[in-house]
């Protein structure tokens, strides 16, 4: 009950936050976007070079030291470039995209409304590796893309968005989630009506 009082209250905050940025809820369930709620326990996942640290769920931050790991014994050295991701951070990131007067329909095509990313659940990592611009299509065509490719799924990663996805979302070969019941389960459908 305590839960699904707490649910209430961030659908209500989400579309608030929504209507605030312009984004219909209609466009929402149009593109059935699934919705997630944010990480509630969160570990320290990486560091990178210059010491920005990456917040993950607990189960996927042993996964991820797991794969990088066995990457490395291949010679392949993999990166990460974003991690979890808060409601806030999503805003400013929409917000952003708006004050540079990106449509909003395109805005949608490459990043999602808050409430609607993957980021938030703390099992959705973008992946990069030495040479490669960060969270660019080119991606696909390095050493460290085709191992992921082969290996990912053994570590419980999975690509969330392939080429020409439903979700209308650009490929991103860069984007991977950690699959476990819970980050499924949590996904509720939208209800425009409520
Ligand atoms: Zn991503």
Same mark, same amino acid.
């Given at each position: ?32 976007? &699934? ?22 769920? &607990? *189960? ?42 990106? &449509? ?7 990043? *999602?409304? &808050? ?36 290996? *990912? ?42």
């Amino acid at each position: 009950m305590k839960n699904e009082i707490r649910n209430h209250e961030y659908e209500n905050r989400i579309h608030r936050e929504l209507a605030k940025l312009g984004i219909a809820l209609e466009l929402i369930a149009q593109k059935k976007l &699934p919705f997630y709620l944010e990480a509630q326990e969160l570990a320290l996942g990486d560091t990178d070079a210059d010491g920005r640290e990456y917040m993950m769920t &607990p *189960a996927t931050a042993a996964a991820w030291a797991g794969m990088k790991a066995a990457a490395l014994q291949d010679d392949v050295i993999l990166e990460v470039v974003s991690a979890f991701r808060s409601i806030d951070r999503q805003i400013e990131i929409i917000q952003n995209k708006l004050d540079r007067r990106m &449509p909003i329909e395109q805005i949608l095509t490459l990043s *999602a409304p &808050p409430g609607y990313s993957e980021h938030h659940t703390g099992c959705a990592i973008d992946i990069n590796t030495p040479g490669c611009i960060a969270t660019e299509e080119e991606f696909e065509n390095t050493a460290a893309y085709r191992w992921l490719n082969e290996h *990912a799924g053994r570590f419980g990663f999975a690509m969330s968005y392939p080429r020409d996805n439903a979700l209308g979302f650009i490929y991103e070969p860069w984007h991977w989630c950690f699959q476990t019941q819970a980050n499924i389960e949590i996904n509720i459908p939208v209800n425009i009506n409520d």
